[in-house]
Nanobody
Framework: QVQLVESGGGQMQAGDSLSLSCAVS????????MGWFRQAPEKDREFVAV????????YYADSVKGRFTISRVNAKNTVCLQMNGLKPEDTAVYYC????????????????????WGQGTQVFVSS
């Protein structure tokens, strides 16, 4: 029962940094697990990162670990994805996702784990 709007995508060069933002509105922000996924042309949507409602627990795909950082800015009701050391293989449409968690579980790594999605923002990385 939340609205998600991504922003911050653009055309980058390999090695550049870029920050994506996801504005969250609707129901209580703190009760939702938030995730970032990406989808390249002709490929399935893949997991990138997830963060618990508290912001204290995160998990990353191996492909982005050490380069990307997911965070929550509760005062702004915003979830961010800081991307450093971009590679051409990072080129994709990036989606923000949210799912209510009553138990405190946060280890959601499948697209099917989430029911609320943003419209996506395009990130293109050239070599």
């Amino acid at each position: 029962q939340v609205q998600l709007v991504e922003s911050g995508g653009g055309q980058m060069q390999a090695g550049d940094s870029l920050s994506l933002s996801c504005a969250v509105s609707g129901r209580t922000f703190g009760n939702y697990v938030m995730g970032w996924f990406r989808q390249a042309p002709e490929k399935d949507r893949e997991f990138v990162a997830v963060i618990s409602w508290s912001g204290n627990n995160t998990y990353y795909a191996d492909s982005v670990k050490g380069r990307f950082t997911i965070s929550r800015v509760n005062a702004k009701n915003t979830v961010c994805l800081q991307m450093n050391g971009l590679k051409p293989e990072d080129t994709a449409v990036y989606y923000c996702a949210a799912e209510r968690s009553y138990s405190g579980n946060y280890y959601y790594t499948l697209a099917e784990d989430f029911r609320s999605w943003g419209q996506g923002t395009q990130v293109f990385v050239s070599s």
